[in-house]
T-cell receptor, first 114, second 110 residues
Framework: GAGVSQSPSNKVTEKGKDVELRCDPISGHTALYWYRQSLGQGLEFLIYFQGNSAPDKSGLPSDRFSAERTGGSVSTLTIQRTQQEDSAVYLC????????????FGAGTRLSVL | QKEVEQNSGPLSVPEGAIASLNCTYSDRGSQSFFWYRQYSGKSPELIMFIYSNGDKEDGRFTAQLNKASQYVSLLIRDSQPSDSATYLCAVNTGGFKTIFGAGTRLFVKA
């Protein structure tokens, strides 16, 4: 596709359930980023991938969060045993695999944990 | 001290005025600087990027960078109500990680 695609656009889940969020980057972009944005707040860095490897996982809030990327393309962010404080918009961005490159964002997944 | 700091606002300017948005950063090794615009409920979109000291102009937008002062700004001339949004400053230190500020909310009054 022409842009970064994220699915689902909205996800409502019950506390304690696992969720998977998907990101399909721009074709040819080797770097992929996940951010979290709570209501009225800035972007919180979670993790980035260069190819299939994740050199920097420092932003993952807890061991309930994990992410993988396969084939240098699609990435999945998994949140296990969701908590109400996980409710936020999860944004994915991709960029060409060079330092300092512009990041292009998907529309995000709005996660609501009841 | 936060790595990238912005005044949260809101910054309110009348239509047609110049809006000035400011950002400071802590890492002197920072090399690339970006301004993103985020409308309510939408994802960030790139407005400007700047790599060198000085000014960079694109239409009604001018980005200004002063590495000695660790300061980057965005000027919006002839502000329009459609410019009302949150503006995010982002800084890259040379690796792949980019740090975003919390954003400044701008209101342009018609």
């Amino acid at each position: 596709g022409a842009g970064v695609s994220q699915s689902p656009s909205n996800k409502v889940t019950e506390k304690g359930k696992d969720v998977e969020l998907r990101c399909d980057p721009i074709s040819g972009h080797t770097a992929l980023y996940w951010y979290r944005q709570s209501l009225g707040q800035g972007l919180e860095f979670l993790i980035y991938f260069q190819g299939n490897s994740a050199p920097d996982k420092s932003g993952l809030p807890s061991d309930r969060f994990s992410a993988e990327r396969t084939g240098g393309s699609v990435s999945t962010l998994t949140i296990q045993r969701t908590q109400q404080e996980d409710s936020a918009v999860y944004l994915c961005a991709s960029s060409l695999g060079r330092s300092g490159n512009i990041q292009y964002f998907g529309a995000g997944t709005r996660l609501s944990v009841l | 001290q936060k790595e990238v700091e912005q005044n949260s606002g809101p910054l309110s300017v009348p239509e047609g005025a110049i809006a000035s948005l400011n950002c400071t950063y802590s890492d002197r090794g920072s090399q690339s600087f970006f301004w993103y615009r985020q409308y309510s409920g939408k994802s960030p979109e790139l407005i400007m990027f700047i790599y060198s000291n000085g000014d960079k102009e694109d239409g009604r937008f001018t980005a200004q960078l002063n590495k000695a002062s660790q300061y980057v700004s965005l000027l919006i001339r002839d502000s329009q109500p459609s410019d009302s949004a949150t503006y995010l400053c982002a800084v890259n230190t040379g690796g792949f990680k980019t740090i975003f500020g919390a954003g400044t909310r701008l209101f342009v009054k018609a």
